[in-house]
């Protein structure tokens, strides 16, 4: 991407210093998480340009048990379906948290994917955990808690707690 304000760079840089990515060492090199918007404002990035299409990975050589490409880049049809499912729950838990106990045992698979006391065998794929308090950042104030209020009605991990259609048309945020 191109960018309009070059001075944006000097803020990244400061927020990496302030609250590193999660990073994992693999022999003698060092892997990154990437940043997804890193706090800009769209309006002042720029115009999009084709990238490195050689991030990606071949989905056929699967199980990944890592961010097979950064999140900006990914290609639905490039991801295996193990990868798939693993990015879904790491970013779910760094969403609202980890599935409760009752839930896990539930599924005929959770077991590949968590430990006897329902932690997520690749907690290094938890990016910025906080919920969406911390990654929404494009409003603010009684705008900002009204629309977490609605869209956690609808993120829970037992779909029984979950808001039906009519709670959620007479939510307030909706009457905005």
């Not at 961010?67 to 880049?73: A, D, L």
Request: with cysteine.
């Amino acid at each position: 991407m191109a960018l309009r304000d070059q001075s944006v760079l000097g803020d990244i840089a400061q927020d990496e210093i302030q609250t590193p990515s999660p990073q994992k060492h693999s022999g003698n090199r060092t892997i990154y998480i990437s940043r997804n918007d890193c706090g800009l404002d769209a309006n002042n990035i720029g115009r999009l340009v084709i990238t490195d299409f050689g991030l990606s990975v071949d989905g056929s050589k699967s199980p990944y048990k890592h961010t097979i490409q950064p999140n900006g880049f990914r290609a639905p049809r490039l991801f295996s379906e193990q990868a798939g499912i693993i990015n879904h729950l790491a970013a779910m838990i760094s969403l609202i948290g980890p599935p409760p106990q009752d839930v896990l045992k539930r599924g005929n698979y959770c077991s590949r994917y968590f430990n006897d006391e329902g932690q997520f065998k690749l907690h290094d794929l938890i990016t910025r955990p906080g919920g969406l308090e911390n990654k929404l950042n494009v409003t603010e104030g009684d705008e900002k808690r009204m629309f977490i209020g609605f869209i956690s009605k609808m993120l829970r991990w037992r779909p029984e707690d979950r808001a039906t259609a009519e709670d959620l048309f007479s939510d307030p945020w909706l009457q905005l």
